[in-house]
């Protein structure tokens, strides 16, 4: 994965992460639904990986869509994040990686009709995040 500004070989994450941020975040696994540290937290501040520490997501673009997932209609300005075709699963969705270190954090879809700016959802793991709340907090 060298094409990524931060790069280790898979034993290094193993060791940095535990075994369930590591499934999600490096093998592309998904957490259960509504049990999510971030799935309802309403707390302001900056969503980071939480493989890299990069910044990824603002609460400000955080919206209860009570899939069971926390979700954001934009990610960060600039290129935070990565989306690619994913055909897993036989279905046709669009994957969410790191831009910083492309560990899996969701997925995003379009047009299911919520009223935020964009008519986005990311679908975004909890354990894929890190929350730093915004000093006043």
Known sequence: MDEFPVSMSEDEWRQRLTPDEYRVLRQAGTEAPYRG?????????????????AELF?????????????????????????ETEDRS??????????????????????????????????????ISLRLEPNSHE
């Open 89 to 126: 699963l036989g279905m046709l969705r669009t994957e969410v990686t790191c831009a910083n270190c492309g560990s899996h954090l969701g997925h995003v879809f379009a047009g299911e009709g919520y009223d935020t700016p964009t008519d986005l959802r990311y679908c975004i793991n909890s």
């Open 58 to 82: 603002r609460s400000t673009e955080k919206f209860h869509s009570h899939c069971g997932w926390p979700s954001f209609y934009s990610a960060m300005a600039g290129d935070a994040v990565i």
């Open 37 to 53: 540290e971030y799935t309802d937290t309403e707390t302001e501040g900056v969503y980071s990986c939480r493989a890299c520490g």
